[in-house]
């Protein structure tokens, strides 16, 4: 069965610094990776998704991920990170074939400081 | 184009009681799938309708069910509520655009049980 970590709970960054959260998955196919951010008393919002095609993948609000499939990696970047980033990320894989649940890892809640 | 909605936003019950809780879809969609999500555990997945019929099931009790009526609107029932059903309940549609469609969440319903 498929699966998501996300090994850091708890990211700090400073407004302006790079951000990175961090993804590695499980999969017997090929992956369709997805990201999400819920901000407080929210539900989730799509940020980007893998698919297929260039690793580099830009999404909502700025943000990137970059595919690696030797590393089982699918970690969430943006180069100049903002006070309203902070909230909780997740990050979601799908094993095709099949229609499969999304399932997400446990999140990791960023927090940029001013 | 409305989003996901799910009502009611709040709810309090007693253990032993049951509860349900409704979602509508962004129109056009005829996937939704259910998750709870809890501060330790992240979001769990407990079940997809698809057309009205269940085409996923996750890995809880029985006391867990739901259904999706013709209209795609679709509903969760917990019967016997326990302390550790205490959690945020999201509910998530999608098009039918396969699985690397991205899914759309509503803002969830909060059950607190006491």
């Known amino acids: 069965a498929q699966s998501v970590a996300q090994p850091e709970d708890q990211v700090n960054v400073a407004e302006g610094n790079p951000l990175t959260v961090k993804c590695t998955y499980s999969v017997s196919g090929n992956p369709y990776l997805f990201w999400y951010v819920q901000y407080p008393n929210r539900g989730l919002q799509f940020l980007l998704k893998?698919?297929?095609?260039?690793?580099l993948v830009k999404g909502s609000y700025g943000f990137e991920a970059e595919f690696n499939k030797s590393q089982t990696s699918f970690h969430l970047k943006k180069p100049s990170a903002l006070v309203s980033d902070s909230a909780l990320y997740f990050c979601?894989?799908?094993?095709?074939?099949?229609?499969?649940?999304?399932?997400f890892g446990k999140g990791t809640r960023l927090s940029v400081i001013a | 184009k409305a989003g996901v909605t799910q009502t009611p936003r709040y709810l309090i019950k007693t253990r032993g009681q049951q509860v349900t809780l409704s979602c509508s879809p962004i129109s056009g969609h005829r996937s939704v799938s259910w998750y709870q999500q809890t501060p330790g555990q992240g979001l769990q997945f407990l079940f997809e309708?698809?057309?009205?019929?269940?085409?996923n099931k996750g890995n809880f009790p029985g006391r867990f069910s739901g259904r999706q009526f013709s209209n795609s609107r679709s509903e969760m029932n917990v019967s016997t509520l326990e302390l550790g059903d205490s959690a945020l309940y999201l509910c998530a549609s999608s098009s039918e655009g396969g699985i690397g469609t991205e899914a759309f969440f509503g803002q969830g319903t909060r059950l607190t049980v006491v």
């Open positions: 979601a894989v799908r094993d095709p074939p099949g229609n499969t649940p999304l399932v």
């Open positions: 893998y698919i297929t095609g260039d690793n």
């Open positions: 309708y698809f057309s009205e019929t269940q085409r």
